[in-house]
């Protein structure tokens, strides 16, 4: 649609931080219609050089999912599953490590990711061990 100023500009998120919460909203919709629960988004811990996880969902089995959600424009330079490299899983289960001294028992836990490249979307389950 054109308005006297020029042609309308859909509202489309600019900065990296409003990239990365829409591809975590997309990833949080379609983990919720699979049937899991959310229980917190981006947990952090506490001081520098800690960990943060995107998303903490509840399976349907009472598996606690710490989900890390990557958005690639393309799969150049390996993709969005390539940028999850064994520093950012570290990080990834010293944050759930830190999450999990809250619970009074541990349930059984994973951890997955769900990629987004494009207008595509992978999830891996269990991507990663702790």
Request: with cysteine; hydrophobic share 40%.
């Amino acid at each position: 649609m054109n308005t006297p100023e020029g042609p309308r500009q859909e509202h489309l998120p600019s900065t990296t931080k409003q990239k990365g919460d829409a591809a975590e909203d997309r990833a949080l919709h379609f983990l919720q219609a699979q049937g899991l629960q959310l229980l917190q988004r981006n947990y952090r811990t506490p001081g520098r050089g800690g960990g943060e996880i995107d998303l903490i969902m509840r399976a349907a089995d009472g598996t606690l999912v710490f989900v890390e959600v990557r958005n690639r424009a393309s799969n150049k330079h390996g993709g969005a599953m390539a940028s999850v490299t064994f520093v950012k899983q570290r990080r990834i289960v010293f944050a759930a490590q830190h999450y999990l001294l809250k619970l009074r028992q541990m349930p059984p836990c994973r951890f997955d990711v769900v990629a987004i490249e494009g207008d595509g979307m992978h999830w891996f389950k269990a991507a990663f061990d702790a």
